[in-house]
């Protein structure tokens, strides 16, 4: 049996409200009109000293933004979150980690949950059959596969190349997939 802690990210997040989260971070930030807060960004990917009103909250929607210059570049370019995004900064980990410590800080007692067995899907039941033919006409010399590496002849060995024949692959790299016996069993395509 295995035990996991079940974490309901939807159930969290319309839960806990951002102004707790940025109480337990210490962060204090004047209001502006009845559901916006704004201040100097608490973020660690904010380099920026001279920006001072870019963090900005929207308390109803329950979200975050940073238009800081440097925090946008240090996230991709994404201006803000939500409570998890938040939290997952602050403390340098995944949006998993973030959702279980905010668990325990608002109280929610995580759910364990265990999976006997005999509930969990056969593996063998769920395979794919293998298919009863195999794609022609696949040209292992495209100049995609060289410019990955990919030699002629780890094509033709592996069965991948440029499809040009009939059908909804025409046109796309194909990679075959084997099951754990080695049967065809499907084909990728990439455009």
Sequence with gaps: MMATTWVDFKQLKADVAIEQVLAQYGVHLRR?????????CPLP?????????SFSVNIARNVWSCRSLSCMQARGGRPGGNILDLVALMEGCSIR???LR?????????EHFIVPR?????????????????????????????????????????GLGLYTGRGLLRGRIV??????????????GRA
């Design 32 to 40: 502006i009109g009845a559901t916006e807060l704004r201040g100097r």
């Design 45 to 53: 990917t904010h380099t920026s000293s001279r920006s001072r009103d």
């Design 97 to 99: 980690d973030a959702a």
């Design 102 to 110: 905010l668990q325990g800080w608002s109280g929610a007692a995580p």
């Design 118 to 158: 005999a509930s969990r899907p056969d593996p063998a039941a769920s395979e794919n059959p293998p298919l009863r033919f195999a794609l022609q006409y696949i040209d292992a010399t495209h100049p995609y596969l060289t410019s990955r590496g990919v030699t002629p002849h780890t094509g033709r060995t592996f």
């Design 175 to 188: 990679i075959p997939i084997h099951n754990a016996s080695g049967e065809l069993i499907a084909y990728a």
